[in-house]
C-alpha cells in the first residue's frame, strides 16, 4: 500500500509552471479530488496533506526545499510516521518519455534527475515507487538544465494536462496497492490517435435523387 505520495518541483511563483514541477501539478490534483488541502508543516519541509482512501490514511506532499534537497523532505515525513520505503509513491517529471505519457515503476536508479538522487541517498534505498509523467528531451543533454526550468509549449502542455488527468484515474489502486490494476490504468490509457478521413463514397442513385430535389424512399432512412 502507499502511505505516501509525493510530487517533486521547485517553490516560487517563478517555477509554478515550468517542466520540473510536472510532480506539483499532480499532487494539486490529488489533493483536489481527495478534498484536502496541502499546508505548509516546517518540521518536514514541505507542504502536507493527510487524506483517507479506503480507512486508510496516505500523506500528500511538495518538498519546498528546491529539487535537489527534495530527500530531505521526504525522509523527514517518512521517518516520522515510520513509512517505508516500498510505500513512498515520488511524482517526478521524466525526460525519456515525451509529453503525454506517463509510467509506474518500482526502483531503479535516478537517471541524473537530482530530486530522486536526493531521495535515494536520504531514504538509503532505491525501492520506492515512481510515477514518471513525461516532459520530453531537448535533444542536447547541455540544453536540459535549460529545457526542465522552462515552460513547456502550449501542445505540450496540454498533453501533459491530458496525461495527468488520465494516470489520476489510478489515484485509488495506487493508494490502496493495486498496482497491477493502477499499471494497467496507466500504461493502456493513451490519448487517441485522430482517425484518418474516411474516403468520399461513389453517390448513390438516393443521393443523386435528393440532390436533384427528386424523392427516393427506398433505402433511405427517415
Known sequence: MIKLIAGLGNPGPEYEHTR???GFWWVDEAARLLKVSLQME??????VARASVGGQ???LLEPQTFMNLSGKSVASL??????????????????DLPPGEVKLKRGGGHAGHNGLRDIHAQLGSPDYWRLRVGIGHPGNKNEVANWVLKKPSPDDR???AQALDRSLK????????????ATALIHTSKPP??????PPQPATAADQAA??????AEGVDA
Do not use: Q
Request: glycine share 10%; charged share 25%; no cysteine.
Open 42 to 47: 516546517r518540521g518536514h519541509l514541505g507542504l
Open 170 to 181: 489510478a489515484l485509488t489502486p495506487l493508494i490502496e496497492g493495486e498496482m497491477e490494476k
Open 158 to 160: 496540454i498533453a501533459i
Open 211 to 216: 440532390g436533384s430535389g427528386g424523392t427516393a
Open 20 to 22: 520540473h514541477n510536472a
Open 193 to 198: 490517435r485522430p482517425k484518418p478521413p474516411r
Open 78 to 95: 517518512a521517518r516520522f510516521f515510520k513509512i517505508a520505503p516500498e510505500e513512498v509513491l515520488v511524482v517526478h517529471d521524466e525526460l
Open 57 to 59: 490514511a496516505v500523506w
